[in-house]
Structure formats: structure tokens, C-alpha cells
């Protein structure tokens, strides 16, 4: 699309006959714009779905497992008081000292 989006663009140096012929042009540049903009919305909503899919099925393995180990997923929004989220910070930052000293 980008590349219909180029060429159309090019007729641009034309010089129009017609203010018509101006008006169509634009409104296939808006059109493909606008096709552009629902494939990238399409796209991050399929990515965020599959990415909750992908934390509810490890956390339910690690569930049936009996591991303690649970993910959260980083687009997750949760609304909490300031003295909550200085607690999640610090938990996470724990967490992540804990993952490196495994993994050394």
C-alpha cells in the first residue's frame, strides 16, 4: 500500500485539469492512509491477544506443575495507590536479581 500511496503521490506534480481529477487523488491517498492505519491496529491487537494467551497458558502450567512461578503480562493496566506501586517496583526489581543469580 505504501507503494500505491508513492505513486499516487507522484501524480501530484501533474499538473491537474481538473479539480476533480485533485479531489479523486486525495481521496485515494486518505483511502490508503486509512488502510494503513487499520492493518497496524489490527496487528497490535492480534499481538496483545496472543500475548495474554501466551502469559495464561504458561501461568497455568506452572500452576498445574505446583511451581510458584506466575508472569504478568506488560500490557496489563492496573490502577493503584502510590504505596502499591512502590511495592510492585520493588518485588519486580527483586525478582529480577533473583532471575540473574539463577541464571549465573
Known sequence: MDAQRAEIQNFESIPYTT???KITIEKSILEIDSKIAQINEKLHSSSHRMLSYVVESLNHHFEQKNDKTRYVGIHE???VTKDSKT???KIISEDKKN???RQN
Open 77 to 79: 493496566k492496573l490502577a
Open 19 to 21: 479539480v476533480s481529477e
Open 87 to 89: 511495592k510492585i517496583d
Open 99 to 101: 532471575l540473574w543469580s
